[in-house]
C-alpha cells in the first residue's frame, strides 16, 4: 500500500485494523519530516522486519520552546510523502496540530530523571512534549514495534522507559545514526547550515573520533578527553551546551570511561542545534 493520509485519526485506525485482521504486524515510525536516510533507514528496517509500516509527519509542537525553532522548523510534505515511499513506507500519515492537540486536551505526560539532563537541562519542556505525542501515536497506532533513532539515544531511552513505565505492549527499536561522507550525523536542521557552519559542525563527529582513538591509546580518564575536544572546538559561532561521558542505560555521569561509555555532545552552531552521541568504542 502506498498511502497518504492528512488528518483523519478514524480512517488511519480503520486500515490499520484490516492489516491486522490479515495478520500483519505494524511498525510504526515517528518524524518530524525533512526526511534524509536516517529516518529512511529506520522505516526501511521496519518493512525489512516484515511489518505494514506507517511513518508520521508531523512537527510536534509541544516539545518546542518559546525560542525555539518550531515556526522555522524545515518543511517539504510532497518530497517527505515520496521519501517514505521509496525506503518502504505503506502509509504516509499527516496530522494536523489540532487532531493532537484539540482544545479539550489537557493531559501532559511528565518524564522523570532521565529527562533533566543532557538536552533536557536547556530545554525543560522538551521531552514532556516528545512522550506526550509518542503516546498519543501509540495509542492510536497501537504498533508492535516502535523505531527511533540513536542519533537522539537520550530520547530512545526515555521512550523505552515511559514504554515500560507504562507496560506498553511494543517494543521500542534503536536504529543506528546514519552519517554524511564526512561523518556529520544526518539531521534535518543541517539544512539550515551554509558551508562555513558545515565545515565547523564537523567538530561534533571528529570529535567523537578523537573520544576514541584516545580510549583506543589507553586513556580512561573523563575529564582528560573532554579538555582535550573543548579545545579543539572552533572558537567562532560553537556554543556548547553539554559534552559529556554517560553510562548507555541510565544515562548517569560516568568517573572511568568504560568499553560502553557514550560520549553525549549538544551544542548551538550560530544557533542551530546540532547534537551528537557515540559508543565511545565501535560497535
Ligand atoms: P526527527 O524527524 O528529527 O524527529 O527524527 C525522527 C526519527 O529519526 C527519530 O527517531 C530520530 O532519532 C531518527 N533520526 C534522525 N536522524 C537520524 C540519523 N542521522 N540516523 C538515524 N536515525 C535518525
Redesign the pocket.
Known sequence: MNQRLHSDIAGLRTLLHQQRAMNRTIGF???????????Q??ITQSREAGNFTVVSIFVNPTQFGPNEDFESYPRDPERDFQLAIDAGADIVWFPEVTDLYPKSAQTFVTPGDLAKRLCGVSRPQFFGGICTVVLKFFNIIAPDKA??????YQ??AIVRRMAADFYMDLEVVG?????DENGL????RNAKLNDAQYQRALWLSKSIAAARAAYARGERDPQTVLEHLKTSCPADGIDIDYLEFRDPVDLELVETLADDSRLFIGCWLDGVRLIDNAQITEP
Do not use: C, I
Open positions: 515510525v515517528p518524524t518530524m519530516g525533512f526526511l534524509h536516510q536516517g529516518h533507514s529506520l523505531y527511533f533513532g540513536e542519533k537522539d530520547q530512545l536504529g543506528a545514526t546514519v552519517r550525523a544526518l539531521s534535518s
